[in-house]
């Protein structure tokens, strides 16, 4: 597609449920990246692929957090037993290469945890 | 160290007005500088970046400007225009990774 693309856009999830989140990057590109943007924040990184390669994942916020890449195209992030702290924007960004050539984002997925 | 620094927190300027919009960082390792731009509902889309070898980078109505020695780089939009009014981040980076530490944001409004 000619950008990254996320699904659902919006997901609202009782506290203790699991939830999905996916990105479809643009095609060929090579990394993929996870940020986690709070209201009025900033992003922040929480896990960075090369292809099919997990090469960072220190922003991870707990072990409830789970990143996946398996064929190097397709990326879900998942959250195991969502807390109200985990409701947040979740950006999916990618890249044609490595070395700081700049990002191309995805619209996010907002979670909202009750 | 990891932190970049950003103000003002928001901005309100008139149309045809300059925004000028401040980052500082401590870590010397960062070589790497771009400005992001977040509309509601929308992901950041690049804007502009530059590299600490050069003090100026211009591209049509976005400069940045970059003080190596005291840590700070500036992002100025010059004629501001309604259409401008948005939320503006910068951010750093540093060699071997790609990964970005950015500022808090500035949300930027610019009324006719």
């Known amino acids: 597609g000619a950008g990254v693309s996320q699904s659902p856009r919006y997901k609202v999830a009782k506290r203790g449920q699991d939830v999905a989140l996916r990105c479809d990057p643009i095609?060929?590109?090579?990394?993929l990246f996870w940020y986690q943007q709070a209201l009025g924040q900033g992003p922040e990184f929480l896990t960075y692929?090369?292809?099919?390669?997990?090469?960072?994942k220190s922003g991870l916020p707990s072990d409830r957090f789970f990143a996946e890449r398996p064929e190097g195209s397709v990326s879900t992030l998942k959250i195991q037993r969502t807390q109200q702290e985990d409701s947040a924007v979740y950006l999916c960004?990618?890249?044609?290469?490595?070395?700081?050539?700049?990002?191309?984002f995805g619209s996010g997925t907002r979670l909202t945890v009750v | 160290q990891q932190q970049v620094k950003q103000s003002p927190q928001s901005l309100i300027v008139q149309k045809g007005g300059i925004s000028i919009i401040n980052c500082a960082y401590e870590?010397?390792?960062?070589?790497?500088f771009p400005w992001y731009q977040q509309f509601p509902g929308k992901g950041p889309a690049l804007l502009i970046a530059?590299?600490?070898?050069?003090s100026e980078k211009k591209e049509g109505r976005f400069t940045i400007s970059f003080n190596k020695s005291a840590k700070q780089f500036s992002l100025h939009i010059m004629d501001s225009q309604p259409g401008d009014s948005a939320t503006y981040f910068c951010?750093?980076?540093?060699?071997?990774?790609?990964?970005?530490?950015f500022g808090t944001g500035t949300r930027l409004q610019v009324f006719p």
């Open positions: 095609s060929g590109h090579v990394s």
């Open positions: 951010a750093a980076s540093w060699e071997n990774t790609d990964k970005l530490i």
């Open positions: 530059i590299r600490p070898d050069v």
């Open positions: 870590n010397t390792a960062f070589d790497y």
């Open positions: 692929f090369q292809n099919e390669a997990q090469l960072d």
């Open positions: 960004a990618s890249s044609r290469q490595t070395g700081n050539y700049g990002y191309t």
